[in-house]
């Protein structure tokens, strides 16, 4: 399967997650056009990847325990340092830590 229509599978299980309309998990593989053995697959690539799936056994669907979606992309682009001292009040993030800018000595 392609890269492309593997993710869309997985956006419409988030999507299924977050509306909290999966139904057992025989509906489910059924709804995204899988068997059961591979809708288990991707539910569990799903939770090494993250994401924090649980099923309601009253509800009869599967959950996020905690609040968030998928993201749109793969591919995230870097702010530039413009962008980048809007968002952090002109500090820049390294290593975790914020340091203010400065000139390197080489570039004096």
């Known amino acids: 399967m392609s890269l492309k229509k593997y993710l869309e599978k997985v956006r419409f299980i988030d999507w299924l997650i ?6 057992k998990q025989k509906d489910l593989a059924n709804r995204v056009g899988v068997s059961i ?4 697959e991707y539910l569990n ?3 090494e990847a993250g ?6 056994h009253k509800r009869q669907t599967y959950f996020y325990e905690r ?3 998928m993201v749109n992309s793969l591919f995230k682009e870097d702010l530039s340092r413009e962008e980048l ?17 400065y000139s390197h000595p080489a570039a004096s």
């Open 67 to 69: 609040e968030g979606r």
């Open 51 to 56: 994401f924090p799936i649980r099923y309601c």
């Open 85 to 101: 001292k809007k968002v952090n009040g002109g500090m820049y993030p390294i290593l975790g830590q914020l340091i203010t800018s």
């Open 45 to 47: 690539e799903m939770k």
């Open 18 to 23: 977050c509306t909290k309309s999966t139904g």
């Open 37 to 40: 053995s591979t809708i288990n």
